[in-house]
C-alpha cells in the first residue's frame, strides 16, 4: 500500500511538471495579446493542480493545434468550442455532455473566478449572446479552447480585454455520476437545444 501511494504522488508530481511547463510556453496566437508569462505555482500546489489537470486539462491541452470546424466533435474532422468540451470529457471520464454551449452552461455548479481549478468550464458571450462560448481552464489565468473558422485550438489568458469583458461566468462538473444525471434531464421533451456558433 505505501508502495502505489508513493508511486501515485510520484505519478501526480511528473503529470503536474509536464502541465506546468507547457503553461509557461504556450500564448495566445494574436500578437496583440502577448504578456509575460506567469511565474510558476509553488510546488505545493501541484498535486491539487494536477488533480483535475491530469484528467480534464490535460486532455484539452493534447488538442491545441487541432482545427476549428464547426460542429466538429472529433480531432481527425475538428472541432468547435463545445465539441472540444464534448471530446474531453468524454476521452477523460467517459462522460457525454450535452454538444451545445448554452446547455453545458446548465451542468455542474456555479464557481467564482477565485475559486477555479484545472478542469473547469469557462464561459464567454461572443456573439452577443450570453453562453455562445466555452472552454477548458487550465490554471495559472489561462483556457484552451477551440476560436473560430480559420483558427485551431490554442491556449489564451484571461485577463486579456477582449476575454474580460465577454465573461460569462465558470462551472464545476465534480463527477461523471453528475454529468450523466445532469444530461438525462436536458434530453428531456422539455429541454430546447440552442444551436452552438463560432465567435
Request: charged residues 20%.
Amino acid at each position: 500500500m505505501a508502495i502505489q501511494q508513493k508511486n501515485n504522488r510520484i505519478s501526480v508530481a511528473v503529470h503536474g511538471a509536464v502541465l506546468l511547463a507547457a503553461l509557461q510556453v504556450c500564448a495566445p496566437s494574436r500578437s496583440a495579446e502577448m504578456v509575460p508569462a506567469e511565474p510558476i505555482p509553488h510546488a505545493a500546489n501541484i498535486e491539487t493542480f494536477t488533480n483535475r489537470a491530469s484528467e480534464l486539462a490535460m486532455r484539452a491541452m493534447a488538442l491545441v493545434g487541432i482545427r476549428y470546424k464547426y460542429g466538429g466533435n472529433s480531432p481527425e474532422d475538428g472541432l468547435d468550442c463545445s465539441g472540444l468540451v464534448h471530446f474531453v470529457f468524454k476521452e477523460a471520464w467517459g462522460t457525454t455532455l450535452p454538444r451545445t454551449v448554452e446547455e453545458i452552461s446548465r451542468v455542474g455548479q456555479e464557481v467564482q473566478t477565485y475559486e477555479l481549478r484545472p478542469g473547469d468550464l469557462v464561459f464567454y458571450n461572443t456573439l452577443k449572446r450570453a453562453f455562445s462560448h466555452v472552454g477548458v481552464y487550465l490554471g495559472d489565468n489561462k483556457f484552451v479552447h477551440s476560436p473560430s473558422s480559420g483558427g485551431k485550438v490554442r491556449i489564451e489568458r484571461m485577463d486579456v480585454h477582449y476575454w474580460q469583458k465577454r465573461f460569462d461566468g465558470a462551472r464545476r462538473i465534480n463527477d461523471p455520476e453528475q454529468s450523466a444525471t445532469v444530461r438525462l434531464r436536458l434530453n428531456s421533451p422539455q429541454a430546447t437545444p440552442i444551436a452552438d456558433h463560432a465567435w
